[in-house]
């Protein structure tokens, strides 16, 4: 079955970097395109980035555009989410998605 699971969360201070990872298994990793979106109690999940399958294109949301990279290694089936220069309201928890699949999620707390 499709398993997700994220790691690499923590608290930092504003102006710091986070590397976030989504181990995938029970598919065919390199033909899917993989997402990340992240959730603030109280608000809807919302978009953060996302990386094509076979070509690798890349999408970000306005936010984040120019702070954060995604990237992916097809043999590790793992993608990552590079997130510098952090801001308070980065504070969420971070998901990894494929499709209507979900990770458990990993908190990131940007704060001073």
């Known amino acids: 079955q499709v398993k997700l699971v994220e790691s690499g969360g923590g608290f930092v201070q504003p102006g710091g970097s986070l590397r976030l990872s989504c181990v995938a298994s029970?598919?065919?990793?390199?033909?899917?395109?993989m997402a990340w979106h992240r959730q603030v109690p109280g608000k809807e999940r919302e978009f953060v980035a996302a990386?094509?399958?076979?070509?690798?294109?890349?999408y970000y949301a306005d936010s984040v555009k120019g702070r954060f990279t995604i990237s992916r290694d097809n043999a590790k089936n793992t993608v990552y989410l590079q997130m510098n220069s952090l801001k308070p309201e980065d504070t969420a928890v971070y998901y990894c998605?494929?499709?209507?699949?979900w990770g458990q999620g990993t908190q990131v707390t940007v704060s001073s």
């Open positions: 990386i094509g399958g076979g070509i690798n294109t890349t």
């Open positions: 029970g598919f065919t990793f390199e033909t899917y395109s």
């Open positions: 998605n494929r499709n209507i699949f």
